[in-house]
């Protein structure tokens, strides 16, 4: 499933060229987006980048101040929220404390005036897609959070929208049941074949249950690509620090032939190369980054200490059960941190406070930024 990657594919969503402005705040800046049907995307990044904004347009609550957006080829401009064919869950739920489970969920298909028979199969149907069969007598009130949640999720989705347009909506409840239903909503997805768009500020949500991830700074999209992509191979210092852990060295490009770049990291006294493909002239400033679960660590001075190697002390390790986190400060000042499995820092004749150390990495391992 790809449909990315195929220049015949038709976009099921499309944001062209959309501005959004507040005043003269742009929220969203001359942004185009094409999201294809049954993809579950994320829209990735910190308050305030514009992403619910942007979910907003598609659902029709907002319109863009210029541009298009287009759903299965249809430009929206001038159709109400509930004439599309997205259905927008919130963060809040805003469940009917009043009602039960089955009125909750069977209110939006009596507003339409479904016939009575069919509301009560639909009804059942979404009872039974979130495995609540047995709760559909009780309140709101009468809920776990989980719970309530998949009944926010069963009204959302029994009008049988073409798109399901999430903001935060895992915000509320605790990591574990978080993790859960992010599992759910993956199996949800598939089950129905339908188009997920997630709003979402974390990036282990996103990584989750997302296909494909954009992720946005300021009104714009900085990367979009499939969280491995997103992972290894961030276009940017901003894309990179945003996902998961990562050490930035910055330098300057001593050579970039085919095949490879070679960079002076000086802060970090270290020459490193890559076997990545960098735009770059020698003198060009870059930096290297590396996950910190690519970094080795030994007290022994590698082969070659000339190249992907660099020396320094350990002045902290996080335990964290798994893995350990060793922090390593270099002669510089500056520090880098290595992922140790603790698999195999047990075998090992384990490394501790204060000792003198060197972290190297193989030439896969990391990769040069150029902004
Ligand atoms: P969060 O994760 O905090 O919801 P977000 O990325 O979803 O953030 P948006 O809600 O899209 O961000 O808001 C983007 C920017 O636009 C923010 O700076 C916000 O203050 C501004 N904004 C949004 N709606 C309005 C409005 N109706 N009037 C003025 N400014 C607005």
Same mark, same amino acid.
């Given at each position: 499933?790809?449909?990315?990657?195929?220049? $015949?594919?038709?976009?099921?969503?499309?944001?062209?060229?959309? #501005?959004?402005?507040?005043?003269?705040?742009? *929220?969203?800046?001359?942004?185009?987006?094409?999201?294809?049907? %049954?993809?579950?995307?994320?829209?990735?990044?910190? $308050?305030?980048?514009?992403?619910?904004?942007?979910?907003?347009?598609?659902?029709?609550?907002?319109?863009?101040?210029?541009?298009?957006?287009?759903?299965?080829?249809?430009?929206? *401009?001038?159709?109400?929220?509930?004439?599309?064919?997205?259905?927008?869950?919130?963060? &809040?739920?805003?469940?009917?404390?009043?009602?039960? @489970?089955?009125?909750?969920?069977?209110?939006?298909?009596?507003? =339409?005036?479904?016939?009575?028979?069919?509301?009560?199969?639909?009804?059942?149907?979404?009872?039974?897609?979130?495995?609540?069969?047995?709760?559909?007598? %009780?309140?709101?009130?009468?809920?776990?959070?989980? +719970? %309530? +949640?998949?009944?926010?999720?069963?009204? &959302?989705?029994?009008?049988?929208?073409?798109?399901?347009?999430? !903001?935060?909506?895992?915000?509320?409840? !605790?990591?574990?049941?978080?993790?859960?239903?992010?599992?759910?909503?993956?199996?949800?997805?598939?089950?129905?074949?339908?188009?997920?768009?997630?709003?979402?500020?974390?990036?282990?949500?996103?990584? #989750?249950?997302?296909?494909?991830?954009?992720?946005?700074?300021?009104?714009?999209?900085? +990367?979009?690509?499939?969280?491995?992509?997103?992972?290894?191979?961030?276009?940017?210092?901003?894309?990179? =620090?945003?996902?998961?852990?990562?050490?930035?060295?910055?330098?300057?490009?001593?050579? $970039?032939? &085919?095949?490879?770049?070679?960079?002076?990291?000086?802060?970090?006294?270290?020459?490193?190369?890559?076997?990545?493909?960098?735009?770059?002239?020698?003198? !060009?400033?870059?930096?290297?980054?590396?996950?910190?679960?690519?970094?080795?660590?030994?007290?022994?001075?590698?082969? =070659?200490?000339?190249?992907?190697?660099?020396?320094?002390?350990?002045?902290?390790?996080?335990?964290?059960?798994?893995?350990?986190?060793?922090?390593?400060?270099?002669?510089?000042?500056?520090?880098?941190?290595?992922?140790? #499995?603790?698999?195999?820092?047990? @075998?090992?004749?384990?490394?501790?406070?204060?000792?003198?150390?060197?972290? #190297?990495?193989?030439? =896969?391992?990391?990769?040069?930024?150029?902004?």
């Amino acid at each position: 499933f790809a449909p990315w990657n195929d220049p $015949s594919a038709k976009a099921f969503i499309e944001f062209r060229n959309v #501005t959004r402005s507040f005043g003269d705040f742009t *929220a969203v800046d001359n942004l185009s987006l094409k999201i294809y049907e %049954r993809e579950f995307f994320a829209l990735l990044g910190p $308050s305030g980048c514009g992403k619910t904004t942007l979910m907003r347009m598609l659902a029709g609550f907002d319109a863009p101040t210029s541009g298009e957006v287009l759903l299965d080829g249809q430009n929206l *401009a001038g159709i109400p929220p509930y004439k599309r064919p997205t259905n927008m869950m919130f963060q &809040s739920y805003a469940l009917f404390p009043h009602m039960t @489970v089955w009125d909750n969920i069977a209110f939006g298909l009596k507003q =339409d005036g479904m016939p009575k028979a069919d509301i009560a199969k639909r009804v059942e149907e979404m009872l039974h897609l979130v495995k609540l069969e047995t709760f559909a007598k %009780r309140k709101p009130h009468q809920l776990s959070g989980g +719970q %309530r +949640q998949r009944v926010a999720l069963a009204r &959302s989705l029994a009008k049988k929208p073409k798109v399901l347009l999430l !903001d935060e909506p895992l915000g509320a409840l !605790d990591k574990k049941l978080r993790e859960e239903t992010q599992f759910e909503l993956i199996d949800l997805q598939q089950r129905l074949g339908m188009t997920f768009l997630i709003v979402t500020h974390d990036q282990e949500e996103a990584m #989750t249950v997302a296909d494909r991830i954009a992720v946005m700074n300021h009104g714009k999209i900085v +990367q979009v690509a499939t969280p491995a992509e997103i992972y290894e191979q961030p276009n940017s210092r901003y894309v990179a =620090d945003f996902i998961g852990e990562i050490n930035v060295l910055e330098g300057r490009v001593s050579a $970039s032939p &085919s095949g490879g770049a070679r960079l002076e990291c000086v802060a970090a006294g270290a020459t490193v190369e890559t076997r990545q493909q960098v735009d770059a002239k020698p003198g !060009d400033q870059a930096w290297f980054a590396i996950r910190p679960e690519k970094v080795r660590i030994s007290r022994d001075a590698p082969a =070659d200490p000339s190249v992907n190697a660099v020396p320094g002390e350990v002045w902290d390790i996080g335990y964290l059960g798994d893995v350990s986190i060793y922090h390593v400060r270099l002669a510089s000042g500056a520090t880098m941190k290595a992922t140790i #499995t603790n698999t195999t820092r047990l @075998v090992e004749r384990p490394i501790s406070w204060e000792d003198k150390v060197w972290m #190297t990495w193989s030439v =896969d391992g990391g990769i040069v930024l150029t902004k």
